[in-house]
Each structure stands twice: as structure tokens, then as C-alpha cells.
């Protein structure tokens, strides 16, 4: 059996649909709510379906848990409620950590590219490398709490689950993500523009010397970050923290354009000024190097920009209801 934390959610859900494909029995934990996130996994059912408040009972039980993905979290970048995000983020992961070590239970769970804030100290996943970085909000200070704090475990010789690896996910798109409001991918961001008849936006830089729209991220098709957590899934003397993205930072012009040419439309950009609360807590690049999820002997390849735009608009988001 495998627990997946979050596995209504975006990832969770594409998560959770790919093990029901390959007759894996799993627990979900999460919130369904009243908005229609059950349709996330509508066709992809779990065994069991608790809800966060019933995990530590359910897990007291003892269920015969193999591997727990960890994925639920307070997710907002703009997220202010610290109480709430430090016990999200932080010490529930850690209860986690604990009962998977007591119990000999592999954990895999999601870290963050907003751990890296500005990307002034770089984005190497080495641990070595943690110290210096400076994230730029609460949801990236958090997770590199969590980090910082499973390397100091293990440079201690505390108990460990018998698996572990940490994923700095960089910017994920695709199906399932329809729930999430604000924090909802770029990509769906400017298709509903061009839905709703008008050109995509894209912000303004705030940075001198740097072009409006060449603003760049490492986007990362969704169907690719499940590859990887189910590799690790499979190979289980796979341990360590790293970075997932695709290794190849793209601009947001070339992202509102591939939007753009797989809706039909001509490419056509309007700029507009970026929010006086994300002044200064925008990244402006990120890149993920993948030397050491390679290293760790990861075959699998990527996904290009342009190819999983067109699959999401094609498959998904021109498609009334469509969920993975």
C-alpha cells in the first residue's frame, strides 16, 4: 500500500492516477471539499480517502504502508499565516519522517524551488549547499526548514526511513491544477486570457536590465514529475535530495507564445505592471541543473515547453471537463 499525501491535489492527483494504472493500492489523504476537487480522481479512485485531521489515528493503526509520498502542504507563495505553515510544512512532515523511520517506511516528499529565493546563492541541490540560501516568502522558508532539518537528522545518525529523497519541484503545469486559485500554473493563466478573447499579460520586469517577458522559469510538464517519483518508487536505493525541473529555463514570452500557437491565435503579448506585494519576491530565473538526479541514474527525458503546452491545451483545457 502507498500513502499519498495531497493526492487530490495537482500533483497528488496525477500521482495517484498513474499507481491506479499499475494496480497499486493507495490511501489518499486530503480534502475533497465542496468545489469539485473530487473530479481530480473521478476515474482513479484510492482504497481508503482520509481526511488530514483522521492521519495521525489512521496511522497509530499501524496500516501496512510500504512507501508514503508526502505532498500535501501550505502551498501559497503569497501564504502570510506562519503558525499555519510552519505546522503544515514543518513539523508535520517531521512527524512523518519519524513514524516512516520507526516503521521501516520509505518517504518520498516535495521540497521547493522557492527554497532558492532570488537564485543569488545558485540552485544546487547538494546539501552542502543549503546554509546559504534565502528564500524570499514563508512557503519557501518553510520548506527549506524541513530540508535543513532532515540534513541535520542525518548528519546526527537519527533513525531514517529505509528510502528518502526530497524533489525541489520547480514550476509544474498541467491537468488537475483547476483547483487552486491563484497559485494555479501560468499556462492555464494565459489560455483562460486567450479563452476569454484577450491577448495573455505578462508582467512587467522589475529588475533593470532585463527585458519585459524575458522574466525566465524551468517549467516542467506535470506527466514528468510523476516519472520521477515513480522511478524512485522503483528504485529503492535512491536517496537524497534533488532538483526537478527540466534543466532549461524558458521565458515567459516563449511561454505565452507556444499558448498562443496551440490555441490558434496570433501571438500577441500586452504587458502590464507587476503587484506592488510581489515587488521583490519575484524570481525572476530559475533553472534546475539535474546533474545529481542524473547522477543517481535517472534515464528518463523531458518534456519541451512547447510540446506540453500543446498537449495540456489540446488534451485538457480545450476539452469541457477534462481531468487526468
Known amino acids: 500500500m502507498i500513502m499519498v499525501t495531497g493526492g487530490a491535489g495537482f500533483i497528488g492527483s496525477n500521482l495517484q492516477a498513474a499507481l491506479y494504472r499499475r494496480g497499486a493500492e493507495t490511501v489518499v ?5 465542496d468545489q469539485g476537487k473530487w473530479r481530480n480522481l473521478a476515474t482513479h479512485p484510492p482504497a481508503r480517502l482520509i481526511p488530514p485531521e483522521a492521519l495521525d489515528e489512521f496511522l497509530a493503526a ?6 508514503l509520498v508526502h505532498l500535501g502542504a501550505v502551498s501559497e507563495t503569497t501564504a502570510t499565516d506562519g503558525d499555519r505553515a510552519w505546522a503544515t510544512n514543518v513539523e508535520l512532515p517531521l512527524r512523518l519522517w519519524a513514524w ?3 516503521r521501516g517506511v520509505r518517504f518520498i516528499y516535495a521540497s521547493s524551488a522557492a527554497t532558492y529565493g532570488d537564485g543569488a546563492a545558485g540552485f544546487d541541490d547538494d546539501p552542502a549547499a543549503l546554509p546559504r540560501l534565502r528564500p524570499l516568502n514563508l512557503y519557501g522558508w518553510t ?8 540534513a541535520a537528522l542525518l548528519a546526527g545518525g537519527a533513525p531514517r526511513p529505509p528510502q528518502w529523497a526530497g524533489l525541489k519541484f520547480f514550476n509544474v503545469y498541467g491537468p488537475n491544477e483547476y483547483h487552486k486559485g491563484p497559485m494555479i500554473s501560468v499556462v492555464k493563466v494565459k489560455h483562460d486570457e486567450i479563452a476569454a478573447g484577450h491577448a495573455p499579460r505578462l508582467f512587467r520586469s522589475d529588475r533593470a536590465g532585463l527585458a519585459d517577458g524575458a522574466q525566465a522559469r524551468d517549467f516542467i510538464w506535470v506527466g514528468d514529475v510523476v516519472d520521477v517519483i515513480l522511478w524512485l518508487l522503483d528504485n529503492r536505493g535512491v536517496n537524497g535530495l534533488f532538483n526537478l525541473g527540466t534543466g532549461r529555463a524558458r521565458t515567459y514570452l516563449d511561454l505565452a507564445h507556444a ?6 491565435v496570433p501571438r500577441q503579448v500586452d504587458f502590464i505592471d507587476m503587484p506592488a506585494k510581489l515587488r521583490g519576491q519575484y524570481q ?3 533553472e534546475a541543473p539535474m546533474t ?3 547522477a543517481a541514474g535517472y534515464p528518463g527525458q523531458f518534456t519541451p515547453l512547447e510540446d506540453g ?3 495540456y491545451v489540446r488534451d485538457y483545457l480545450s476539452q469541457p471537463d477534462a481531468h487526468a
Open 29 to 33: 489523504v486530503d480534502w475533497l471539499g
Open 62 to 67: 499501524r496500516p501496512p504502508i510500504e512507501a
Open 100 to 102: 516512516c523511520a520507526a
Open 143 to 150: 520548506k527549506h526548514a524541513f530540508d535543513l532539518r532532515v
Open 259 to 264: 499558448v498562443c500557437d496551440a490555441a490558434g
Open 284 to 286: 525572476s530565473f530559475t
Open 292 to 294: 545529481r538526479l542524473r
Open 309 to 311: 503546452i500543446g498537449r
